[in-house]
């Protein structure tokens, strides 16, 4: 871990970093080529997921904290919108379970072919406090309160798309539910599961939502998508190599490859 004082001119068109910018790398993180995902949550810290082991680092200081349930499998998926209620996905045997922001367990895994979904694809937290499932045996997304009861349930997406689409993504945010689609876009449901609308962006593995602007990565660019006015500004991203995803965090810029990450600070 070692300070770089790099400053990059870049001409940064987001929410987060605007304008003509003077960018300055502050951190530089040498990882393992086994992490398959990484991702950071609303405080800037970062997760990595390495086969049955999540790792949470604190980019300010260094200081880490891992989680490993070796009897639940390979985590297939992290949801850490809430940093205090971090929802883990483990596909193979169809459960999940909540950690805190120390990566403790908050509770007992919950068995998801109890609730009712047999074959859960995508997970993420709900601010009301339970949780969403996109379930591809039904092809709906299902809300699950605190008790675990079912609060409400989509129509199956089967009857808005083709029997080829599958869904990659799924978070909630503002009360609606976004449903990445790379075959088709972004479905997006109420809070009842009531679909709503489709945002029509292509090949969208992984997103954030920031205010009204959907955040992506894409071949070396950075892309945002207003969701009110449906503009899209690009810029490029500071980092040469192959990059596997980009997050934005306040005035940082967090740049993810396979061998590490590095992030970019605003002037």
Avoid at 161 to 170: F, Q
Avoid at 228 to 257: A, E, M, W
Wanted: net charge negative.
């Amino acid at each position: 871990m070692s300070l770089l004082y790099l400053s990059i001119l870049l001409l940064i068109q987001s929410p987060v970093l605007q304008n003509e910018t003077i960018l300055k790398v502050v951190f530089r993180h040498s990882g393992s080529p086994d992490i398959q995902h990484y991702t950071i949550d609303g405080l800037g810290n970062v997760y990595m997921i390495k086969g049955q082991t999540l790792i949470k680092e604190d980019s300010r200081t260094g200081k880490k904290w891992e989680y490993t349930n070796k009897t639940a499998g390979i985590i297939h998926s992290v949801d850490i919108s809430d940093p205090f209620r971090i929802l883990l996905l483990y596909k193979d045997f169809n459960q999940a379970i909540f950690l805190n922001n120390y990566l403790a367990e908050i509770s007992s895994p919950i068995l998801l072919d109890d609730l009712g979904v047999k074959d859960v694809e995508l997970i993420c937290t709900s601010k009301a406090g339970g949780f969403w499932v996109f379930d591809n045996f039904t092809g709906q997304i299902f809300l699950f309160g605190k008790d675990m009861k079912p609060v409400c349930q989509s129509q199956s997406i089967n009857s808005i798309t083709d029997k080829n689409s599958k869904p990659v993504r799924m978070i909630e945010n503002s009360t609606l539910v976004y449903l990445s689609i790379p075959n088709l876009g972004i479905l997006v449901f109420n809070q009842y599961g009531t679909y709503h609308s489709t945002i029509p962006l292509l090949s969208i593995n992984d997103f954030q939502i920031i205010n009204q602007s959907i955040i992506y990565y894409n071949n070396h660019m950075l892309f945002d998508y207003n969701i009110l006015d449906q503009t899209t500004r690009t810029t490029s991203i500071p980092d040469t190599g192959v990059v596997i995803n980009c997050r934005l965090h306040i005035d940082h810029l967090y740049v993810f490859k396979h061998d590490g990450y590095t992030i970019y600070k605003k002037e």
